[in-house]
C-alpha cells in the first residue's frame, strides 16, 4: 500500500518536474552496500569511471564527509554537443557533499565561484539486493548554474530548448556508463580480495 503523498513529497515532486536537468540511471552490483559506497564516495577516484571527471583531490573539510569540499579536475572534448558553447578542454569544479551515509546515500552539490551551493545535485544511492546491491545514480539541476546560464544567455528559446535536451540525453549516457564502469570495478576488486 502507498502511503498518502505529504505536501513535502508534492512539493519535491513539483520541484523535479521543473528541474531543467534531470537523469538517473541503476545497476546491480554483485558487492555489499557498504563495499559500493566505499568506491564511490572517494571522489578522488572518479576518474576511474567518469566520462569527464579525471579525478581530483579534498579541499576543506574530512574527506567523505558532510561539509567536505572537493575539487575535481574534467575535460571535455570537441565532440560533445559540438554546436554548443560549452568549456572544452580541462576545467575544474567545486562540490560539497551535503549527504554521506555509508551504504545508503552519498550526495553533492556542486558550488559557484564564490563557494555557494549551486541548484547542481548529483546523487548516489545504495540498497541491498540479494547477495548485491542496486546502485542508483542521478543528477538533478533545477536553477541554471553560473556556467549555463552564461550559454543561455547565448542562445535563443530554441537553442536553450535544443541544448537541455540534447546535454539531458549526453548526461543519461554518461550516467549509465559511470555505473556500468563502477560495476566493473567493484566486481572485480571483490574477486581479487577472494582470491
Given amino acids: 500500500m502507498t502511503p498518502p503523498a505529504t505536501e513535502d513529497t508534492e512539493a519535491a515532486k513539483a520541484a523535479d518536474a521543473d528541474a531543467i536537468l534531470r537523469v538517473q540511471a541503476r545497476i546491480l ?3 555489499a ?3 559500493v559506497y566505499d568506491t564511490v564516495s572517494e571522489l578522488a577516484r572518479s576518474g576511474e569511471w567518469s566520462r569527464e571527471c579525471t ?3 579534498w579541499v576543506s573539510g574530512t574527506p567523505r564527509t558532510v ?6 579536475e574534467n575535460h571535455r572534448g570537441a565532440d560533445v554537443v559540438p554546436w554548443a558553447p560549452i568549456v572544452r578542454g580541462p576545467w575544474t569544479t567545486e562540490s560539497e557533499v551535503v549527504a554521506a551515509e555509508p551504504g545508503r546515500l552519498f550526495q553533492w552539490v556542486v558550488r559557484d565561484s564564490a563557494g555557494r551551493r549551486q541548484d547542481s545535485t548529483w546523487t548516489y544511492e545504495f540498497e541491498a539486493a540479494g547477495d548485491g546491491c542496486l546502485l542508483v545514480h542521478r543528477y538533478r539541476l533545477g536553477r541554471p548554474t553560473e556556467g549555463l546560464a552564461k550559454i ?3 542562445l535563443g528559446p ?3 530548448r535544443r541544448f537541455t535536451a540534447e546535454w539531458n540525453r549526453k548526461l543519461a ?9 563502477i560495476k566493473d570495478i567493484v566486481e572485480r576488486a571483490a574477486v581479487e580480495r577472494a582470491v
Avoid at 67 to 72: C, D, L, N, Q, Y
Avoid at 173 to 180: E, G, I, M, R, T
Fill in 173 to 181: 549516457d554518461d550516467v549509465a556508463a559511470s555505473l556500468s564502469r
Fill in 33 to 35: 552496500p557498504d563495499a
Fill in 158 to 160: 530554441d537553442g536553450q
Fill in 29 to 31: 552490483v554483485a558487492a
Fill in 152 to 154: 543561455f544567455r547565448q
Fill in 55 to 57: 579525478g581530483g583531490r
Fill in 67 to 72: 561539509g567536505a569540499v572537493f575539487r575535481g
